[in-house]
């Protein structure tokens, strides 16, 4: 790695800061209009990130590298890098009196969209704050989405892009109309904001409250204006269904909704994965909603709603809840507990280990059965009805490797800092999936992070960035190679 790369690189990561301490002027907006002083904190704070990213942006400006892997790895880890510390200086400088650990935790739990918090009086905070926390999940939400359609597939370590959706001369030739692409995406990702929004408000939701939400909706990012998230509206079926639809769609390829979009291509609903999403969000709804019939004797309509609204939380790594499932009995647990794994389609702003990559796997999983029985044949791994390449098997392996590696390490360091072993093991979990709560009374549906040690939120910290860009665009850059010339 040359110093004209990493100089470049901190070129790009400056201007981005740049137009995100612009963004700080919208939560000092907010709390002008609410008559909150703190209105000042996040003035201070654009002009002091808007100050020092203009000066880092005009003391690296230069030619521009060869876009390489090697770049775009360390580009796409140095902006999200700087998002992370940015995004930190509000909460750093506001009224809560947060501590360094605390404010970064925050952060990062907005813009890798976790939804996990260490905030106690939501419901009395700042309403600038508040908004504050929901546009992070919503510009990491589209960060994300571009991360997985147009990054990841670039570096070669996974995702189902766009481009292998569409025609072949696209596909050739990804950059053509990259600039058409971007606004369709930007366009599609606040046209479902806005519709969430006021679906909320329709429902019964204060306009506020409904504009945060849908923001953090829409980004599956699981942030809420109140301490006890959605249990405030467990007897609302109208926003709990509302926001079940708009986590669900979140959880699909936006590239399906490009392609709607720019040519109006309604075959690429057949892409697999989308079944595999769909079929695996249903039978664990109706399997536990039977069970809470069963077990409870609620209304199976109360059920169903109760049980599909959390299970597409969990599924598509939102992180709202409105009961507290961990008393629903062992079986319900059980399910919560493995679909916290799963994850939406790739190219949306779910976290987990996606839908494809399970598609991919149980394809190598049963070629490798039937070769068993044929050893000399040659059976080619297929996604629907294309070929899966080598570099993309290899790509679902290692990353499914390294999860189930770094998910022990993750909790053996918690276990280390005092957690007893249920916090440990999902709260690495729950960081690394992008989830959100884990199990257990201290980070469970109805517990927040706070009362960790200073030791577990970093180490929370570094695993939600970890699993938000799909672990192997981490794990590379601290390898001697990636830094050879």
């Known amino acids: 790695m040359n110093r004209v790369a990493i100089r470049a690189a901190i070129h790009v990561a400056a201007v981005f800061a740049i137009y995100l301490s612009a963004a700080m002027l919208i939560p000092a907006a907010v709390d002008l209009y609410y008559g909150n002083k703190d209105w000042r ?23 521009a590298p060869p876009v390489t892997s090697r770049f775009g790895f360390l580009l796409v880890n140095l902006l999200w890098l700087t998002m992370a510390l940015a995004g930190a200086v509000p ?21 890798t969209t976790t939804g996990s918090t260490v905030i106690n009086g939501l419901d009395h905070a700042p309403p600038g704050l508040l908004m504050w926390r929901s546009l992070l999940s919503f510009m990491g939400g589209l960060g994300v989405i571009a991360l997985g ?17 569409e025609s072949s ?27 969430c929004a006021i679906s909320y408000a329709a429902a019964g939701m204060d306009g506020f409250h409904a504009v945060n939400h ?20 467990a007897d609302n079926p109208a926003i709990l269904w509302t926001g079940t639809i708009f986590m669900f769609i979140g959880g699909l390829p936006f590239s399906i909704m490009i392609l709607f979009a720019i040519r109006g291509r309604f075959e690429a609903l057949r892409d697999p994965q989308i079944r595999v999403y769909a079929g695996y969000c249903v039978v664990f709804a109706v399997a536990v909603a039977i069970y809470l019939r069963v ?87 297929r996604y629907g009805d294309r070929s899966v390449p080598d570099d993309m098997q290899r790509a679902v392996v290692l990353f499914i490797s390294s999860f189930l590696v770094l998910w022990a390490i993750t909790t053996v360091l918690l276990g280390a800092t005092g957690l007893d072993f249920i916090t440990a093991l999902t709260g ?36 939600m960035l970890l699993g938000r860009l799909e672990i192997l665009a981490v794990l590379v850059i601290f390898t001697p190679t990636f830094w050879g010339r």
């Open 295 to 381: 077990t409870t004797g609620e209304s199976f309509f109360q059920a169903l709603t109760q049980s599909t609204f959390n299970f597409m939380s969990l599924i598509t790594t939102a992180g709202f809840a409105s009961q507290d499932y961990t008393l629903w009995g062992p079986f319900a647990v059980t399910c919560v507990f493995v679909a916290t794994f799963l994850g939406g389609c790739s190219g949306s702003t779910t976290g987990g280990i996606k839908a494809y990559r399970f598609l991919i796997l149980f394809e190598l999983m049963a070629n490798g059965l039937r070769r068993l029985i044929y050893p000399n044949t040659v059976i080619p791994v």
């Open 214 to 233: 849908a923001m953090s909706t829409v980004a599956t990012g699981g942030f809420s204006t109140h301490d006890t998230s959605f249990l405030r509206y």
């Open 428 to 463: 690495s979990l729950t960081s690394l999936t992008n989830v959100g709560p884990g199990l257990g009374p201290i980070i469970g549906p109805v517990g927040n992070f706070s009362s960790l040690p200073d030791a577990a939120k970093w180490i929370c910290s570094a695993a």
């Open 41 to 63: 904190v996040f003035a201070f704070s654009a002009l002091f990130m808007g100050g020092l990213a203009m000066a880092v942006a005009l003391a690296t400006h230069g030619n």
């Open 91 to 111: 909460f750093l400088a506001s009224s809560l009196d947060m501590s360094i650990t605390d404010a970064v935790f925050e952060s990062v739990s907005g813009i």
């Open 149 to 165: 359609l147009f990054l990841l597939p670039f570096l070669n370590i996974g995702g189902i892009s766009y481009f292998k959706i």
């Open 169 to 195: 001369d696209i596909e050739d030739r990804p950059f053509e109309r990259f600039q058409t692409f971007t606004l369709s995406l930007i366009g599609i990702y606040t046209a479902l904001v806005i519709a």
